[in-house]
C-alpha cells in the first residue's frame, strides 16, 4: 500500500513539474513568424493623414527592426525599432487621379517579414477629373424680344 501512494505521490509530483514546464515561457523568445501591416484609416481622398504600424509576431517582444514602408511601390518613410512594432505617419499623395484601391507595403531587412495593406482613396481632390465625374455643360437661353 506504501508503494502505491509513494507511487501516485511520485506522478503527482511529476506531473505537477509538468505542468510548469509547458506554461512557463521563455525570458527571451524569438518573435513568433508573420507579420501584420494596418492602416489608420483604411480609406479616405487625397492629402488624408495615415498612420501605418507594422507588427512582427505579437508585437511587443524584444526584435531589432529596420523597417521600409512603400506607397504603390514607392519608398516614403523608413524606421528603426526595438520592439517589434514601427509605426509611421504619412500623407495620401495629393492630385493623385486614381480613385481606388493602392497597396502600403512594409518589408523589414532584420527579421525579413513583410506585409502588405489596401488604402482606397475614395475621391479626388479635384485637380483631376474623376473617371466617374460628370461633365457640365453650360447652355445658352435664346434671346428674348420685348413683343411692341
Known amino acids: 500500500m506504501r508503494a502505491?501512494?509513494?507511487l501516485s505521490a511520485g506522478l503527482t509530483l511529476a506531473m505537477g513539474a509538468l505542468?510548469?514546464?509547458?506554461?512557463?515561457t521563455p525570458a527571451s523568445a524569438a518573435p513568433a513568424f508573420g507579420a501584420?501591416?494596418?492602416l489608420d484609416p483604411p480609406q479616405g481622398k487625397?492629402?488624408?493623414?495615415v498612420t501605418a504600424t507594422f507588427q512582427v509576431g505579437d508585437g511587443g517582444g524584444n526584435c531589432r527592426m529596420r523597417v521600409t514602408f512603400r506607397w504603390d511601390g514607392h519608398e516614403f518613410a523608413t524606421d528603426r525599432s526595438n520592439d517589434c512594432t514601427s509605426s509611421r505617419t504619412f500623407k495620401v499623395?495629393?492630385?493623385t487621379k486614381d480613385?481606388?484601391?493602392h497597396i502600403v507595403s512594409a518589408s523589414d531587412s532584420t527579421t525579413h517579414q513583410s506585409a502588405v495593406a489596401t488604402f482606397t482613396i475614395t475621391a479626388t481632390d479635384g485637380r483631376y477629373p474623376s473617371s466617374t465625374a460628370t461633365r457640365r455643360v453650360?447652355?445658352?437661353?435664346?434671346n428674348a424680344t420685348a413683343a411692341g
Open 36 to 38: 501584420t501591416l494596418t
Open 138 to 142: 453650360r447652355t445658352r437661353a435664346p
Open 4 to 6: 502505491l501512494r509513494g
Open 93 to 95: 499623395p495629393r492630385g
Open 19 to 24: 505542468t510548469v514546464a509547458v506554461l512557463a
Open 46 to 49: 487625397g492629402g488624408t493623414t
Open 99 to 101: 480613385v481606388g484601391p
